[in-house]
Structures are given as C-alpha cells and as structure tokens.
C-alpha cells in the first residue's frame, strides 16, 4: 500500500489454494484477515486464486459465500483434464454464481506457439488470426469472466492482444469446432505438460533443474535428436545442478506443482538422457 499510494485495491487475492496448504488458512486467521481489510476500506472486492480440486472448491465457496470472485487457470488445453479439472472447476464458480478471473489462458506461452499440426489446423481456418488469439478467445467466450490475465513480454504480443480484444467477438460455432479438432490433438501428445513455473526447484533439496529437463524430454518426443545432441543439451541443463537420476523422491516438488504433475515418475523417465 505504501510502495503503490493507491489507498485502496479493487482486487485482492489468497494465493494459491489447493489441497495441501488450504488449512493454513484457517491455521493463520488468514479468511478473517482478508474480511477486515474489506472492512476498513483497504480492499473493494476479496477472492483467491486455485490450483486445488473441484471438490474442495465447492467447499470453500459453501463455507465462504461472502468470496467476491475466484482465479482459475483455464485454457482449451486444461478444459477437460483430469489433474487441473478447467472445466469441472470452472462449472463449480458458476454454481456458486462467482465471476472469474483466468491465469494461464495461453498456458505459459505454450498455446501461442503449438505443435505444427495444432497451427495447421487454426491457419487453414482463419490465415490470419494468431494461435495465442485462439486460447484468448476461448476463455473470453466463457461466462462470467471478468478479465483474462495474459501475460505479454513484447510490443507485439500486446498489439495482438489489442487487435482482437478492443473489439471482442465471442467464439462462433464453428469456431469452436475448431477448437475441439485441436482438442483432440492433445489428447493425442505425449509431451509433459509442464509449464516452466519453476514453483518446483525453489526447495528442490538436489537443485534439479525439473523444468528444463523436462523440456529437452518434449524435444526428445516431438524432433529426431541424435543421441549426441540430446546428451550434449542434457549436459548443458545440468551442469552444476541436480540430473534426474539424482531424484531423492521426498516429493517436494509435486506438492508445489500448479499442473499436478507426478514429477518423481516422469524425472525416472527423463534418467535415459544421461
């Protein structure tokens, strides 16, 4: 409040629930906290963003109905997934008749730039339109959103941005075809679906770099990398880090994981790169 001098914020978040730390809520006073912050004018409009299950969703919204509005991450990728459950989550918020704001709606940046074949499919249908306009879109579309947070490292990722969402349509019919089509692709790959967060090597006991070795293991599946490529890249990633075959298995790293990943067994699965 100090560094900003704005008086007051509109929006205010509990970051980060999900199943293994939402009773440190509790634990610390921090629903009560957030309460009288609202209640001395500090905060307009309190919420909590969420990485946890529908179920627990469900209950925390029955238990605090006084909650202003949930961040979800949703994307056409996570819409139907079993571990980040967009959809089934989605459709809980909107039970409990709460707007939304959305995180990772391009999911990282992998959605902006997709698989051949996914691009192929969105250019054959509109030439024009980028593939991170797509997964904007789609969210957009939803009801009750509020904002989609899309993260932006360029000028001109903000100008493409910009040329679709001044003037937003929702998507059409079919347009949203299209988008099952793609759908259907990724249910068909066989990439780790890791978005380089990084919330796992920040108390990795053998400071492995999980996130770039994951990467090397999608480059592995998607290109033909001759052995000598792979193991000179594997070299590079990890050089004064943890390999994977260093993984103690305390499981640290899976509590901290957004997209739920079961991390220990596909690190057992990246050990052949060394």
């Not at 529908?54 to 139907?80: G, R, S």
């Not at 790959?189 to 978005?195: A, G, L, P, S």
Request: aromatic share 10%; proline share 4%; hydrophobic share 35%.
């Amino acid at each position: 409040m100090e560094r900003t001098g704005a008086g007051y914020f509109d929006f205010y978040l509990l970051h980060g629930i999900q199943n293994n730390n939402v009773s440190k809520y509790d634990e610390y006073g921090i629903w009560d906290y957030v309460k009288g912050l609202k209640e001395k004018g500090l905060v307009r409009h309190y919420g909590f963003s969420f990485h946890g299950t529908p179920e627990l969703l469900d209950e925390l919204l029955t238990k605090h109905p006084d909650v202003e509005f949930v961040q979800l991450q949703i994307n056409y990728a996570d819409w139907e997934d079993e571990k980040v459950a967009s959809r089934k989550c989605y459709e809980v918020v909107r039970k409990h008749n709460k707007p939304l704001t959305v995180m990772e709606p391009i999911k990282g940046g992998k959605l902006a730039y997709p698989s051949a074949s996914i691009m192929d499919t969105f250019k054959q249908f509109n030439p024009e339109a980028s593939c991170a306009s797509w997964a904007v879109r789609f969210v957009a579309s939803l009801d009750g959103i509020i904002t989609v947070l899309s993260g932006m490292s360029s000028i001109e990722q903000m100008e493409d941005n910009l040329s679709y969402m001044k003037d937003f349509k929702p998507l059409s019919e079919e347009e949203r075809e299209v988008i099952r089509k793609v759908q259907k692709i990724l249910e068909d790959d066989k990439q780790i679906k890791c978005t380089a967060c990084h919330y796992c090597t920040e108390g990795c006991p053998m400071s492995i770099p999980i996130p770039e070795i994951f990467q090397l293991k999608n480059q592995q599946i998607l290109f033909s990398l001759t052995d000598d490529q792979l193991k000179r890249d594997y070299m590079f990633v990890t050089r004064n880090r943890g390999k994977a075959s260093d993984c103690i298995e305390c499981g640290q790293c899976e509590g901290a994981c957004p997209q739920h990943l079961s991390i220990i067994e596909l690190l057992k699965q990246c050990r052949n790169m060394e």
